[in-house]
C-alpha cells in the first residue's frame, strides 16, 4: 500500500490518559503504518484524514521533541515534580514503525526525558524489534518496554496485522531487551477469536513468552465496538467470511467468561505476573 507521508507541526505532545497503568501518552506519530484490521486507532484517520484508508497515511510530528520539553517543564513547574506518573509511548500509533528509522522523532524524545531527567516511569509499547535501538536510552531511564504479541502464527500477524513485523521478530527483540538488564513486558492484545482463544494456543504463547525471559504480561479483549467493528467485519467478509460468526460471538459475556477461565488455568503454568490482575476490557458491555 502507497503510504502518504507529511511533516506537520504538533501544538502538545504530552497528553493526559485515562489508559489502564499510563498517566500520559506521546505519540510522535498520526496515522500507523502498520495498519492491524483490529484496531482501535483507525478512528482517527476518520477526522484527522477523512476518506483515506488506516495505513495509507502518516504525519510526522517533526517538532515534537521540542514540543514534548515545553511541555515537562511546564508540568513540572506546575506540580513542583520531575514525575507526573507513566508517560506511554504510544497510544493511537506505534513509536518505532519504519518510518522512525528516517526521522528518529521516538528516539528524540526519548532523549529529552533522558536530559530532563525525568524520574517516573516511561513505558513503551511496539510491535516492532527496532525499538532495540534505543536501549542505551531505556537504561538511562525508569524504563519498561512492551512488545505487542497476539500470535506465535506469521499468517495470523500478516492477516490480521498488516505491515507488522514478525512474531519471531518480536520475540528475539524482547530476549535482546532482557539480556540487557531493561525491564520488559509483553502486551497480548486483542486476545484473538478462534486464533488465541483455546488453551493449547494460549499456553504455547505464554511459554514461549517466559522463555525470553519477560515476567510481566498484560491481557486484552477484543475491543468489538461498532467502529472497529464495520472495519473489521468487512475486512472479514471480504477475506474470510467464515470467521465472521466466530469473531461475533467473542461479544458476549459468556465468551469473555470462559475466556477468562481458559486464560488463568494457561498462566498457572507459567511464573508470568498478569498486569492488573485481569483481562482488559474496553468494549462496551453487550449480554
Ligand atoms: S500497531 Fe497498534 S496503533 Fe498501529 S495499527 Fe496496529 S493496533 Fe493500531
Known amino acids: 500500500m502507497r503510504v502518504d507521508i507529511r511533516e506537520i507541526q504538533a501544538k502538545s505532545v504530552l497528553t493526559p490518559s485515562?489508559?489502564?497503568?499510563?498517566?500520559?501518552?506521546?505519540?510522535?506519530?498520526?496515522?500507523?503504518?502498520?495498519?492491524?484490521?483490529?484496531?482501535?486507532?483507525?478512528?482517527?484517520?476518520?477526522?484527522?484524514?477523512?476518506?483515506?484508508?488506516?495505513?495509507?497515511?502518516l504525519d510526522i510530528k517533526t517538532n515534537a521533541p521540542e514540543i514534548l520539553l515545553k511541555d515537562l517543564k511546564r508540568l513540572s513547574k506546575k506540580l513542583g515534580a520531575k514525575n507526573f506518573g507513566t508517560i506511554l509511548f504510544s497510544s493511537v500509533t506505534d513509536p518505532y514503525l519504519g518510518q522512525e528509522t528516517k526521522y528518529k522523532i521516538t528516539q528524540q524524545c526519548l532523549q529529552v526525558l533522558v536530559n530532563f531527567n525525568y524520574e517516573g516511569k516511561v513505558a513503551v509499547l511496539t510491535k516492532s524489534p527496532l525499538v532495540t535501538r534505543d536501549i542505551n536510552l531505556f537504561q538511562k531511564l525508569n524504563s519498561s518496554v512492551g512488545l505487542t504479541l497476539t500470535t506465535l502464527d506469521d499468517k495470523i500477524v500478516q492477516f490480521l496485522e498488516g505491515n507488522a513485523p514478525p512474531a519471531s521478530a518480536r520475540l528475539n527483540a524482547l530476549q535482546k531487551l532482557n539480556s540487557a538488564g531493561v525491564e520488559t513486558y509483553v502486551f497480548v492484545g486483542p486476545l484473538l477469536p478462534y486464533f488465541t482463544d483455546r488453551f493449547d494456543q494460549l499456553d504455547k504463547l505464554f511459554n514461549k513468552i517466559e522463555a525470553t525471559g519477560t515476567k510481566?504480561?498484560?491481557?486484552?479483549?477484543?475491543?468489538?465496538?461498532?467502529?472497529?467493528?464495520?472495519?473489521?467485519?468487512?475486512?472479514?467478509?471480504?477475506?474470510?467470511?467464515?470467521?465472521?460468526?466466530?469473531?461475533?460471538?467473542?461479544?458476549?459475556?459468556?465468551?469473555?467468561?470462559?475466556?477468562?477461565?481458559?486464560?488463568?488455568?494457561?498462566?498457572?503454568?507459567?511464573?508470568?505476573?498478569?498486569?492488573?490482575?485481569?483481562?482488559?476490557?474496553?468494549?462496551?458491555?453487550?449480554?
Request: hydrophobic fraction near 35%; include cysteine.
Open 18 to 57: 485515562s489508559l489502564p497503568g499510563a498517566e500520559y501518552v506521546v505519540n510522535p506519530y498520526v496515522g500507523c503504518t502498520f495498519g492491524c484490521k483490529y484496531c482501535f486507532a483507525a478512528f482517527i484517520g476518520r477526522w484527522k484524514h477523512p476518506g483515506e484508508e488506516w495505513g495509507s497515511f
Open 216 to 287: 510481566e504480561i498484560w491481557l486484552e479483549h477484543i475491543n468489538l465496538s461498532p467502529k472497529i467493528k464495520e472495519r473489521l467485519f468487512n475486512y472479514l467478509q471480504k477475506e474470510a467470511p467464515e470467521l465472521t460468526p466466530k469473531f461475533q460471538e467473542a461479544d458476549t459475556h459468556e465468551y469473555r467468561d470462559k475466556l477468562e477461565a481458559t486464560v488463568k488455568k494457561a498462566l498457572r503454568n507459567t511464573n508470568l505476573n498478569l498486569a492488573m490482575g485481569s483481562i482488559i476490557f474496553h468494549g462496551k458491555v453487550k449480554p
